[in-house]
């Protein structure tokens, strides 16, 4: 009941209510009007902002023997309303109120990014019991049930195939940008999605022990490990309240006049110290803002600063996350890469597999005529089969031209070696394609993650700055290792799930490191939760990583890492310079109350105005220049693309002016992602979800 109540009255509305009243005074004592004490406007302020302001100082005092800031304003609001100074009383209470208020604004953390990642996990199964098959409830499942997970559908439970082959988006999973293989005999992750081939697993654990409901649960124990910040007047409370009080208590034994001592009280409140770090970071945020980065957590600015590790996902941080052709070698003279492509193109024109429209993508932009294929076969995780004008063609990987009795060597320039070519793109972390057309091999394509034109730039502007940078990736140790060397990153981690991840972020902590942790993915949420620090890529970043991270870069610009720290650098700075402005400002007005030189009335009038001046001081860090190559953006008006998956008919959002891609046709309807553009300020893009 006394939480509901401080609530209530420490709210937005009221603290605007009370500072009227407040307001009100003022302009009383300025003009002159005489009003009996009862009547005195400043009672308003009092009671809205007085009383849950002393409900906190005592129920921090007996429930929790918390010595708090708020003990001593609420001495000081009692000492004055003792002595008929209503107005000092009023002062200090909604400075208290303000300040809280601007506190609670920079460390609020949404909760909405757990309920996300919960509603990933799948309700049903399709369940094989002899000839026949059942739809399920999730709970009905048990281990060694048989299950089968169609095109377009989520794995429902952990398990292994049994039956059939495919590939599998474990990108929830692994960030891994490729769909992975999978075929008899490997294991399959609750939450991932069958892309292309209909299979057949056997569940091999169920609920609680699943791979998706423990990254849930690291998401949880994550959050539930964030310690709770103190303000730093309330860190220093301890020894400021018995200060205060010795020195008014003086003051009165020594002068004989109540009213000195009273002062003190007033002029020692530390309103100007609680204002000090919220409005500092709040001009941080309003800056950072302007620049398409959304900070949520005071917290995570203040420890930005004294970051030393800064910790990198690759897919979607990195890079772009989107596959494109790198490489066509042709291993036949009559054949230039135009051919090759032309070749290539037709047989993977009706392909849904991401790295078939790579590369019809890639041939649509030389625009490069592609032949409509005949006979075109699919052969999920191995490959595709046509023919068209130039005969019949085969392109997939290694196992697939094999089982097509496809030898490596025939067909090859005497200089080019298949195999060696094949681990040279392998080790370069690319995807790669064998084309073979009439039974010969004529041509390897590889595919490869696109970088970020800006990361290498930023990476070094983060050495330049004293910092240590580590990638740590789902992919592939030969892809990471790649990234990194073209980077400049020292240390790579690769082939890892998300326990993983956070393992490494608790040994840099452990080390004794302060680390961020940049990624944007859904495996990334718990290392982001982790972290001192978490920045999550805003535009094509799961809403999980977002709402898990402190900061979100909304325009997907990694080049403003180094720009952060600098802000960071530089909130710090002036907080600290608003602490020594507001403990010097009350050091002399302490010395002046005792002198008599102050009243009561002046006293808080003088502690306002520190308080105003630390505000002013704070508002200069909105304007102030770090680095002219970060431009400033209009979020209101920048457009940026979302992409978004859902079985068409199951959402309650507007399709209104979006464009529709992949689509996947399952025995439940169409399964569908959508891209659309909205401005920056997410709640113009309310409408594209649910």
Known sequence: ??????????????????????????????????????????????????????????????????????????????????IGEIFAAGEVAWIMALGALLEDWTVERAKKGLRNLINLTPQTGRRIVGDSEEVISVDEIRIGDVLRILPGESVPVDGEIIKGSSSLDQSIMTGESLPIDKEVGDEVFCGTMNMYGAIDIKATSLGENSSLQKLIDLVKAADEKQAPTQRIADKWATWLVPVALAIAIVAWLVTGNIERGVTVLVVFCPCALILATPTAIMAAIGQATKYGVLIKSGEALETLGALNTLVFDKTGTLTYGNLAVSDIISLKDDLDEMDVLRIVASCEKLSEHPLAKAIVNYANEAKVDIEEPEDFKMYPGKGVYCKNSYGHICAGNSKFLNENNIDFNIGSKDDLDVDSILNHLKQEGKASIIVALNGEIIALIGLSDVMREDSKAMIESLHDLGTETVLLTGDNTETANYFASRLGIGKVYGNLLPQEKLDWIERFKDEGKKVCMIGDGVNDAPALKTADVSVAMGSVGSDVAIEAADIALLGDDIGKIPYLKKLSNSTLFTIKANIIISMTINAVAIVCSVLGLLNPVTGAIVHNAGSCLVVLNAALLYDRKFDDSIKRIDTENVEHSHYHFHNDGEHSHSHEGIRIIDEIKTDNGIKHMHIHKHALNRQSCEAYHN
């Open 1 to 82: 009941m006394i939480d509901e109540i401080t609530d209530f009255l420490f709210g937005l509305k009221m603290t605007i209510i009370s500072g009227i009243f407040l307001l009100i005074a003022v302009i009383f004592m300025i003009f002159g009007i005489d009003t009996p004490i009862y009547l005195n406007p400043a009672w308003g302020t009092v009671i809205i902002s007085g009383i849950p302001m002393l409900l906190l100082a005592m129920t921090r005092l007996i429930r929790e023997k918390w010595v708090s800031s708020a003990l001593l304003i609420a001495i000081a609001m009692v000492a004055s309303l003792l």
